[in-house]
């Protein structure tokens, strides 16, 4: 079992910041991608920043510039830094990682999501 656990959401004001973590744990063999995602009432669930294990970033247009994404490997963790945060910014985040799992001879990977962590930015 692997369970993604997040922390860091809340109330702010517009232009203020938050950081976003999440943290893997269970039966992992590593990790391949690590992302955030976000979901507002009535949308569909967006990509907001991506990292590769290796450290490759992708951002979403709209928070280029404002947001920043990074990973700790050895604790299976990824961050994302929010400043000049915006009302539109406003929505449930949602960490994702794709887990490598060995079970006896077989070697797999399964994708994985956090329950999500409400992010609203006042006006």
């Known amino acids: 079992q692997v369970q993604l656990v997040e922390s860091g959401g809340g109330l702010v004001q517009a232009g203020g910041s938050l950081r976003l973590s999440c943290a893997a744990s269970g039966s992992i063999f590593s990790i391949n991608a690590m992302g955030w995602y976000r979901q507002a009432p009535g949308k569909q669930r967006e990509l907001v920043a991506a990292?590769?294990?290796?450290?490759?970033?992708n951002y979403a247009d709209s928070v280029k510039g404002r947001f920043t994404i990074s990973r700790d490997n050895a604790k299976n963790t990824v961050y994302l830094q929010m400043n000049s945060l915006k009302p539109e910014d406003t929505a449930v985040y949602y960490c994702?990682?794709?887990?490598?799992?060995?079970?006896?001879?077989?070697?797999?990977?399964?994708?994985?999501w956090g329950q999500g962590t409400q992010v609203t930015v006042s006006s």
């Open positions: 994702n990682a794709e887990i490598i799992y060995v079970r006896g001879e077989i070697i797999g990977s399964s994708d994985h």
């Open positions: 990292m590769s294990s290796g450290g490759r970033a």
